[in-house]
Nanobody, 124 residues
C-alpha cells in the first residue's frame, strides 16, 4: 500500500519561510515524477510545483515562481517544498503526489497517489 505523509505545515507570518516534507512508503519513487498541489476550501486544487524523477527538471506555478523550490531525495523517498517570502494568499492545504510519469505533470490526472495534506496558514 502506497502512503504519502506530508509534514511541516503551520502558522507563519507573511514574509516568513516554511519547508514541507513528503515521505513516501510502499513504493520506490526513484523513477516517478512528483508534485505539490494546494487547495483552499471552496476552490479547486491547484498545481504548485513539479519535479522529474532525477530532480533535474523542476517547474512551478507562476504564483510561486521565484519564491518556492521543489527538491527530492530519492535515497529517503522524500520530496520537499521550500517556501519563502510567504504571502497570505499562500494559505492552503498542501498535498504531495506521486506519478508514474517520470517527469510529473501540472495536471492532477498525471498523478496516481496522494497524501492527506498539511495545512499552511500565512498571517498578514
Amino acid at each position: 500500500q502506497v502512503q504519502l505523509v506530508e509534514s511541516g505545515g503551520r502558522l507563519v507570518q507573511a514574509g516568513g519561510s516554511l519547508r514541507l516534507s513528503c515521505v513516501v512508503s510502499g513504493r520506490t519513487i526513484s523513477s516517478d515524477g512528483m508534485g505539490w498541489f494546494r487547495q483552499v476550501p471552496g476552490k479547486e486544487r491547484e498545481f504548485v510545483a513539479g519535479i522529474s524523477w532525477s530532480g533535474t527538471l523542476t517547474y512551478y506555478a507562476d504564483s510561486v515562481k521565484g519564491r518556492f523550490t521543489i527538491s527530492r531525495d530519492n535515497t529517503k523517498n522524500t520530496v520537499f517544498l521550500e517556501m519563502n517570502s510567504l504571502k497570505p494568499e499562500d494559505t492552503a492545504t498542501y498535498y504531495c503526489a506521486v506519478g508514474e510519469d517520470a517527469f510529473g505533470s501540472r495536471q492532477e490526472r498525471g498523478y496516481n497517489y496522494w497524501g492527506q495534506g498539511t495545512q499552511v496558514t500565512v498571517s498578514s
